[in-house]
């Protein structure tokens, strides 16, 4: 099955056109009815052939806005990059976006409009929306590469999930941790589906490095106002250390609890909290030492970590880093990261498929040793991820950002 033909929303602007001269007034206006045009203008695309079209659905608006609105423009740059190096196999890339506020249910309805008329969906931003929208996708033969690395991909379907899974995370952090003497470790996590992977994750974790205990664990629900009970409840049994596996206003309510107790534990949380708008939301109460286990994107390119994720990582993140402060005038953070690297491996994936989107997931569990901001990329038919612990670090996160603490 080919292409779809039918892209009404994507036409090509004529060079000199009304829409070309208006380009960043198309492009707010486009972004804010859910979709973007990215590349109209400039030389017309129709001697190269129609543009291909990816569909976006992120978290804009809403509770996991904090990811949403970095890994549109981590999307926006990686399409851009592609375009100005000649596109895919002559075709221009165009960008098809919706907001799904953070809400499952709206995650459906914007992957259900849009999944005719791509060749891939990227996103959406949390676990429980990517596991709404996995199964159409799979319906559909196209490609969901959800954004969140809190699911895992079922053999056989076309959905793929970003950065190391949460199994991974946890064993890089319960590793660093005893490595320093940190065997007591208390566990908090929220009740919804990427708490429960957490959860999951770190247990596995504790029960495959001897020495190490969870002194105690709770759970509360993500739109809890106070966890006061359940602090004492994960803080029991004397910890040296506490996981708050919680995401956004969710962690912040832990953290403002803790900070309120007096509590001076080092904590680690997950790597969805790797962003600056959550850390400048907490400053007034985040934990003196805070650690997140993170991939190469936020420490590849430090001192030490350049030596553990090698020279050409290193540069790679350092271009990557500099073309988005460029572009939006800011340093990337957990968002922009997954989004592109998503957009560049599903363009690779339709250069071998040569257009197909169905190919090109056949050719997308083919790529191995791909080099990407995150890390090295291997996948497999068992492995819809590619990343695993050896692409990550513990980082330490303050206000400021995030810096190399080890591995």
């Not at 992120?58 to 981590?74: I, N, P």
């Not at 053999?155 to 946890?170: E, H, I, Y």
């Not at 596995?204 to 205990?213: D, Q």
Request: hydrophobic share 40%; aromatic share 6%.
């Amino acid at each position: 099955m080919g292409w779809p033909s039918l892209l009404p929303l994507f036409r090509p602007c004529p060079p000199g056109s009304r829409a070309t001269r208006r380009g960043a007034l198309a492009v707010a206006a486009a972004t804010a009815l859910g979709a973007l045009c990215t590349g109209c203008g400039g030389q017309a695309s129709a001697a190269n052939g129609s543009p291909y079209t990816i569909g976006l659905v992120t978290s804009q608006t809403g509770t996991a806005s904090q990811l949403g609105v970095g890994e549109l423009h981590g999307a926006q740059l990686a399409v851009d990059q592609i375009n100005r190096a000649g596109g895919v196999n002559g075709h221009r890339l165009a960008l098809r976006t919706a907001d799904d506020q953070s809400n499952p249910a709206q995650a459906v309805l914007a992957a259900r409009r849009m999944l005719s008329s791509v060749g891939a969906v990227i996103g959406p931003s949390v676990a429980g929306s990517c596991n709404a929208v996995a199964p159409l996708a799979t319906s559909g033969h196209r490609i969901d590469y959800c954004l969140s690395p809190g699911i895992r991909p079922a053999p056989g379907s076309t959905t793929w999930s970003s950065s190391a899974d949460t199994a991974a995370l946890a064993e890089r952090l319960v590793g660093y941790w005893k490595r320093r003497g940190i065997t007591r470790i208390g566990l908090l996590t929220t009740t919804d589906a990427s708490g429960l992977d957490g959860a999951r994750a770190v247990h596995e974790a504790v029960a495959k490095a001897p020495g190490v205990h969870l002194t105690g664990a709770a759970s509360y629900d993500p739109n809890a106002i106070s966890v006061t009970p359940q602090l004492q409840v994960a803080g029991g049994g004397h910890p040296q250390a506490l996981i708050v596996w919680a995401s956004g206003a969710a962690a912040g309510v832990a953290f403002k609890g803790l900070a309120q107790s007096g509590s001076t534990l080092p904590v680690a949380t997950t790597d969805a909290n790797l962003t600056f708008t959550f850390m400048k939301r907490i400053a007034e109460y985040a934990p003196k030492t805070l650690l997140i286990p993170a991939t190469r994107d936020f420490w590849g390119d430090q001192a030490g970590g350049d030596r553990a994720g090698g020279a050409q990582a290193a540069g790679l993140i350092r271009s990557y880093q500099s073309a988005y402060r460029k572009r939006f005038g800011e340093p990337p953070d957990f968002g922009p990261g997954v989004a592109y690297d998503a957009v560049h491996l599903f363009a690779q994936a339709l250069r071998s498929a040569n257009g197909d989107p169905e190919a090109a997931a056949r050719e997308l569990g083919r790529i191995t040793g791909y080099q990407g901001v995150l890390g090295t990329y291997s996948f497999a038919p068992g492995d819809h991820r590619g990343l695993g612990v050896d692409d990550v670090a513990v980082v330490r996160a303050t206000a400021k950002g995030f810096t190399y603490a080890g591995r």
